[in-house]
């Protein structure tokens, strides 16, 4: 039962890290409609994999696995698999995070600050309102 269960998992993961994959093209592309479908995706694989540790808690792993060295080759794969995904989680965020960046400089240089005070040789403030498209006529 075990062995069932350690091939469900490491498929899971295999599609999980497969769909990570895929996120991360979105990202970049900035495919929104791809992205929320990838994420819905992601989801579900990961309640699956949270379903099936929490079957294998339940089972007598440790004593299966001195009976059958093939469990213990499983479970390393599934601990391989796992740090991929670990790292593909980071890649993915890091990207994320950069576009994210690269939009708010791109709406501080559109719009400009929303109102910066520079100060005069006097010390009198000087309030400053975005001037980038202000006075062009169209």
């Known amino acids: 039962m075990s062995l069932e269960l350690l091939i469900q998992q490491e498929s899971c993961l295999e599609q ?5 994959k895929k996120e991360l093209t979105a990202i970049a592309e900035r495919d929104h409609q791809a992205l929320t479908d990838l994420v819905a995706l992601k989801e579900e694989l990961l309640k699956q994999i949270t379903n099936i540790d929490n079957t294998l808690a339940q089972t007598n792993l440790s004593a299966e696995r001195k009976e059958n060295p093939v469990l213990d080759k499983k479970i390393n794969t599934i601990k391989e698999l796992l740090e991929q995904c670990k790292a593909q989680n980071e890649a993915n965020f890091l990207a994320a995070n ?41």
Request: a positive charge; charged letters at 15%; hydrophobic letters at 35%.
């Open 16 to 20: 999980l890290l497969e769909v990570m």
């Open 98 to 138: 950069q576009s994210q960046i690269a939009v708010n400089k791109l709406r501080t240089i559109l719009f400009g600050a929303s109102g910066t005070t520079t100060y005069g040789k006097k010390g009198t403030a000087y309030s400053s309102s975005p001037t980038l498209g202000k006075g062009i006529k169209a």
